[in-house]
Protein backbone atom coordinates (compact mmCIF):
# COMPACT_ATOMS: atom_id res chain seq x y z
CA UNK A 1 0.00 0.00 0.00
CA UNK A 2 3.28 2.46 1.03
CA UNK A 3 4.92 2.34 -2.14
CA UNK A 4 1.20 3.02 -4.04
CA UNK A 5 0.47 5.96 -1.84
CA UNK A 6 4.19 6.87 -3.32
CA UNK A 7 3.81 6.83 -6.60
CA UNK A 8 0.09 8.67 -6.38
CA UNK A 9 2.18 11.32 -4.29
CA UNK A 10 4.97 11.76 -7.13
CA UNK A 11 2.80 11.80 -9.67
CA UNK A 12 0.80 14.57 -8.42
CA UNK A 13 3.64 16.48 -6.74
CA UNK A 14 6.28 15.51 -9.02
CA UNK A 15 8.30 14.47 -5.76
CA UNK A 16 9.46 11.02 -4.70
CA UNK A 17 8.82 11.81 -1.27
CA UNK A 18 5.90 12.59 1.39
CA UNK A 19 6.75 14.44 3.91
CA UNK A 20 2.62 15.35 5.57
CA UNK A 21 1.52 13.06 8.05
CA UNK A 22 -1.64 11.14 7.13
CA UNK A 23 -4.53 13.20 8.91
CA UNK A 24 -7.58 12.90 8.57
CA UNK A 25 -9.96 16.20 7.85
CA UNK A 26 -10.95 17.95 11.46
CA UNK A 27 -14.22 19.96 10.23
CA UNK A 28 -14.19 21.88 13.79
CA UNK A 29 -11.38 23.56 12.97
CA UNK A 30 -12.00 23.96 9.13
CA UNK A 31 -15.32 25.92 9.79
CA UNK A 32 -13.55 27.86 12.45
CA UNK A 33 -10.75 28.53 9.84
CA UNK A 34 -13.50 29.41 6.48
CA UNK A 35 -15.66 30.95 8.22
CA UNK A 36 -13.47 34.17 9.81
CA UNK A 37 -13.10 36.45 7.68
CA UNK A 38 -9.90 37.03 9.45
CA UNK A 39 -8.64 33.88 8.45
CA UNK A 40 -6.40 33.55 6.50
CA UNK A 41 -8.29 30.67 4.56
CA UNK A 42 -11.31 32.45 4.85
CA UNK A 43 -13.78 30.57 2.05
CA UNK A 44 -14.76 33.01 -0.49
CA UNK A 45 -10.67 34.27 -0.15
CA UNK A 46 -9.66 30.95 -0.92
CA UNK A 47 -12.20 29.84 -3.39
CA UNK A 48 -11.57 32.67 -5.43
CA UNK A 49 -7.73 31.95 -5.26
CA UNK A 50 -8.60 28.73 -6.68
CA UNK A 51 -10.44 29.64 -8.89
CA UNK A 52 -7.65 32.03 -10.37
CA UNK A 53 -5.47 29.13 -10.43
CA UNK A 54 -3.49 30.25 -7.98
CA UNK A 55 0.02 28.23 -8.25
CA UNK A 56 1.02 29.06 -4.67
CA UNK A 57 -2.15 26.84 -2.90
CA UNK A 58 -0.51 24.97 0.07
CA UNK A 59 -1.70 21.16 0.98
CA UNK A 60 -2.99 22.96 4.14
CA UNK A 61 -5.03 25.02 2.10
CA UNK A 62 -6.34 22.62 -0.29
CA UNK A 63 -7.65 20.80 2.62
CA UNK A 64 -9.96 23.68 3.61
CA UNK A 65 -11.34 24.09 0.37
CA UNK A 66 -12.04 20.81 -0.56
CA UNK A 67 -13.08 19.85 3.15
CA UNK A 68 -14.27 23.31 3.42
CA UNK A 69 -16.43 22.70 0.64
CA UNK A 70 -18.99 20.43 2.60
CA UNK A 71 -20.06 23.46 5.00
CA UNK A 72 -21.23 25.59 2.43
CA UNK A 73 -24.75 26.34 1.77
CA UNK A 74 -24.34 24.99 -2.19
CA UNK A 75 -22.62 21.80 -1.37
CA UNK A 76 -25.00 19.14 -2.63
CA UNK A 77 -24.48 15.66 -1.37
CA UNK A 78 -24.49 12.85 -3.96
CA UNK A 79 -24.43 14.50 -7.07
CA UNK A 80 -26.12 12.83 -9.88
CA UNK A 81 -23.54 11.43 -12.67
CA UNK A 82 -22.82 13.35 -15.56
CA UNK A 83 -23.87 10.93 -18.10
CA UNK A 84 -22.90 13.54 -20.98
CA UNK A 85 -19.06 13.96 -19.40
CA UNK A 86 -19.32 10.25 -19.86
CA UNK A 87 -20.10 9.97 -23.45
CA UNK A 88 -18.82 13.03 -24.84
CA UNK A 89 -14.85 11.60 -23.17
CA UNK A 90 -16.09 8.17 -24.70
CA UNK A 91 -16.90 9.78 -28.04
CA UNK A 92 -13.63 11.33 -28.14
CA UNK A 93 -11.47 8.29 -27.40
CA UNK A 94 -13.29 6.32 -29.91
CA UNK A 95 -13.76 9.05 -33.00
CA UNK A 96 -10.93 11.55 -31.90
CA UNK A 97 -10.76 14.94 -30.75
CA UNK A 98 -12.30 17.35 -33.27
CA UNK A 99 -12.22 21.13 -32.58
CA UNK A 100 -15.79 20.85 -32.27
CA UNK A 101 -15.94 17.73 -30.14
CA UNK A 102 -13.23 19.72 -27.98
CA UNK A 103 -14.95 22.80 -27.72
CA UNK A 104 -18.58 20.92 -26.70
CA UNK A 105 -16.70 18.90 -23.96
CA UNK A 106 -15.36 22.16 -22.31
CA UNK A 107 -18.58 23.93 -22.66
CA UNK A 108 -20.46 20.65 -20.91
CA UNK A 109 -17.40 20.33 -18.23
CA UNK A 110 -18.02 24.47 -17.80
CA UNK A 111 -21.44 23.53 -16.92
CA UNK A 112 -20.57 21.33 -14.31
CA UNK A 113 -17.64 23.37 -12.65
CA UNK A 114 -20.39 26.34 -12.52
CA UNK A 115 -22.36 24.21 -10.29
CA UNK A 116 -19.25 21.98 -8.34
CA UNK A 117 -15.53 23.44 -9.02
CA UNK A 118 -14.42 20.15 -7.36
CA UNK A 119 -15.93 17.73 -9.90
CA UNK A 120 -13.00 15.74 -11.21
CA UNK A 121 -14.20 14.70 -13.91
CA UNK A 122 -15.37 17.92 -15.27
CA UNK A 123 -11.89 19.07 -14.35
CA UNK A 124 -10.03 16.71 -16.21
CA UNK A 125 -12.20 16.48 -19.22
CA UNK A 126 -11.76 20.39 -19.64
CA UNK A 127 -8.34 20.03 -19.25
CA UNK A 128 -8.07 16.98 -21.60
CA UNK A 129 -9.95 18.87 -24.19
CA UNK A 130 -8.20 22.43 -23.95
CA UNK A 131 -4.73 20.16 -24.73
CA UNK A 132 -6.39 18.66 -27.87
CA UNK A 133 -7.70 22.73 -28.73
CA UNK A 134 -3.71 23.45 -28.17
CA UNK A 135 -4.35 25.82 -25.17
CA UNK A 136 -1.50 23.73 -22.90
CA UNK A 137 -1.66 26.92 -20.56
CA UNK A 138 -5.32 25.54 -19.33
CA UNK A 139 -4.50 21.98 -19.39
CA UNK A 140 -1.50 22.77 -17.07
CA UNK A 141 -4.23 24.93 -14.73
CA UNK A 142 -6.75 22.07 -14.96
CA UNK A 143 -4.12 19.72 -13.89
CA UNK A 144 -2.74 22.16 -10.74
CA UNK A 145 -6.66 21.59 -9.86
CA UNK A 146 -6.89 17.65 -10.08
CA UNK A 147 -3.69 17.05 -8.46
CA UNK A 148 -4.35 19.54 -4.94
CA UNK A 149 -7.60 17.48 -4.96
CA UNK A 150 -6.16 14.48 -5.35
CA UNK A 151 -3.27 14.75 -2.81
CA UNK A 152 -5.59 15.88 -0.10
CA UNK A 153 -7.61 12.90 -0.14
CA UNK A 154 -4.11 10.30 -0.56
CA UNK A 155 -2.97 12.81 2.73
CA UNK A 156 -5.79 12.25 4.66
CA UNK A 157 -5.25 8.32 5.42
CA UNK A 158 -3.25 5.65 3.90
CA UNK A 159 -6.69 3.14 2.64
CA UNK A 160 -5.68 -0.02 4.94
CA UNK A 161 -8.62 -0.11 7.21
CA UNK A 162 -12.23 1.90 7.67
CA UNK A 163 -10.16 3.77 10.51
CA UNK A 164 -7.65 5.12 8.78
CA UNK A 165 -9.54 5.45 5.38
CA UNK A 166 -9.71 8.07 2.41
CA UNK A 167 -11.98 10.84 2.96
CA UNK A 168 -13.70 12.00 -0.06
CA UNK A 169 -16.36 14.47 -0.35
CA UNK A 170 -17.80 12.72 -3.44
CA UNK A 171 -18.26 8.93 -4.30
CA UNK A 172 -17.09 9.50 -7.79
CA UNK A 173 -13.80 10.72 -6.25
CA UNK A 174 -12.74 7.07 -4.69
CA UNK A 175 -12.90 5.79 -8.36
CA UNK A 176 -10.50 8.96 -9.60
CA UNK A 177 -7.92 7.91 -6.89
CA UNK A 178 -7.82 4.24 -8.10
CA UNK A 179 -7.68 5.42 -11.70
CA UNK A 180 -4.27 7.46 -10.96
CA UNK A 181 -3.37 4.41 -9.16
CA UNK A 182 -3.90 2.46 -12.28
CA UNK A 183 -6.24 0.15 -10.77
CA UNK A 184 -9.75 -0.99 -11.62
CA UNK A 185 -12.46 -1.68 -9.40
CA UNK A 186 -13.95 -5.29 -9.26
CA UNK A 187 -16.40 -4.89 -6.57
CA UNK A 188 -17.75 -2.14 -3.86
CA UNK A 189 -19.49 -3.13 -0.80
CA UNK A 190 -20.72 -1.08 2.12
CA UNK A 191 -18.76 -1.60 5.29
CA UNK A 192 -20.54 1.20 7.25
CA UNK A 193 -22.71 3.74 6.95
CA UNK A 194 -20.19 6.18 5.72
CA UNK A 195 -17.31 3.95 4.64
CA UNK A 196 -17.01 1.93 1.78
CA UNK A 197 -14.64 -0.90 0.30
CA UNK A 198 -13.73 -1.20 -3.28
CA UNK A 199 -12.26 -4.33 -3.86
CA UNK A 200 -9.90 -3.95 -6.93
CA UNK A 201 -8.91 -6.17 -9.90
CA UNK A 202 -5.60 -8.22 -9.90
CA UNK A 203 -2.58 -6.42 -10.24
CA UNK A 204 1.27 -6.34 -10.02
CA UNK A 205 1.44 -5.27 -6.89
CA UNK A 206 -1.28 -7.68 -5.22
CA UNK A 207 -3.08 -5.30 -3.96
CA UNK A 208 -6.32 -5.61 -2.38
CA UNK A 209 -8.55 -2.90 -2.00
CA UNK A 210 -9.15 0.51 -0.11
CA UNK A 211 -11.21 1.96 2.24
CA UNK A 212 -12.64 4.95 1.51
CA UNK A 213 -14.72 7.14 4.15
CA UNK A 214 -17.81 9.29 2.93
CA UNK A 215 -19.13 10.86 6.21
CA UNK A 216 -18.92 14.35 5.00
CA UNK A 217 -21.60 13.67 2.24
CA UNK A 218 -23.69 11.52 4.37
CA UNK A 219 -23.76 14.10 7.22
CA UNK A 220 -24.67 17.18 4.76
CA UNK A 221 -27.34 14.64 3.32
CA UNK A 222 -28.63 13.93 6.57
CA UNK A 223 -29.00 17.25 8.18
CA UNK A 224 -30.40 18.75 4.66
CA UNK A 225 -32.83 16.18 3.80
CA UNK A 226 -33.35 13.65 5.88
CA UNK A 227 -36.86 14.59 8.20
Known sequence: MKRLILILFALVTGSALWAQESAAPNYNDIRQKVFNPKHPNYYPALVKRYLENDST?????????????????????????????????????????????????????????????????????YGIASLQLGDSTTWRQMKLRQDGILDVIISSGDGETPESAFHVISIEHEYEVLNRLGLEVEKDSLVSPTVEYLKVKPN????????????????????????
Not at 74 to 90: A, N, S
Not at 92 to 120: E, H, I
Open 57 to 125: LTLEEYRNLYYGYTLQEDFVPYQREHQQLFDIRRRMAQSGATVGLCSDARRQAQTVLDDNPFDLLAIST
Open 204 to 227: ADDEQGFYFDFSACRNVYDRKYSE
